[in-house]
């Protein structure tokens, strides 16, 4: 994994107001509901703005890597079920969630860590699996840093999983002003 700035995410998840997208998480409230999930996972959650339209729907669940991002999520959403864990050992059973996703997670990390934190995903998933992530056809630094984004192909690295595509489009602008790539594959 690249050596991620602490002091960076301990930040962005303090400042988690001003990062908040209601239509981000509308999104994916509503994907998980139309999915009929009973479960949700989200690796990466920060301070939990992507999961705060989940939490009285279904069991929603959330890990980070920053230990801070995770004080500020509880604090956030004390009723939500949230660990501080990493993406390539996350500490969940085997087929634990119904729908697991990421956003802006697999763009952080090193290319020598993206086969495991993909099995890992695919690991603790039963039903779905969905990636939002900004888009390189040929995983290429998208930003330089501090800290270095490397846009992410996730369509081709699922290739390689027993699942099935269900899509792979470009996010609506309305969404996320970013342009990010949405890929949700059905484990099979």
């Known amino acids: 994994m690249q ?6 995410w301990a930040k962005y998840a303090h400042n988690h107001k001003e990062h908040y997208n209601y239509e981000m998480a509308k999104f994916v409230s509503d994907l998980a509901v139309s999915l009929r999930a009973q479960s949700v996972l989200e690796v990466g959650c920060s301070a939990g703005n992507d999961l705060s339209l989940l939490e009285d729907k279904m069991q929603v669940a959330g890990i980070d890597s920053s230990e801070h991002a995770i004080l500020q999520a509880k604090k956030n959403f004390p009723h939500i079920q949230l660990k501080v864990g990493s993406i390539t050992s996350i500490p969940h059973d085997d087929c634990a969630f119904d729908f697991v996703f990421t956003r802006n997670v ?13 099995d890992e995903l695919f690991r603790v998933s039963k ?17 330089k840093g501090p800290p270095r984004m490397i846009g992410r192909n996730m369509k081709n690295r699922w290739l390689n999983y027993k699942v ?5 489009v470009n996010m609506h602008e309305e969404i996320d002003p970013k342009r990010s790539r949405f890929v949700l594959v059905r484990k099979m």
Request: charged share 25%.
């Open 3 to 8: 050596p991620l700035d602490s002091q960076y």
């Open 106 to 118: 697999f763009n952080y990390l090193a290319d020598d860590h993206m086969q495991k934190a993909t």
């Open 127 to 143: 039903k779905y699996i969905m990636n939002i992530e900004m888009f390189s056809e040929n995983d290429h630094i998208i930003e």
């Open 164 to 168: 099935k595509i269900i899509s792979d």
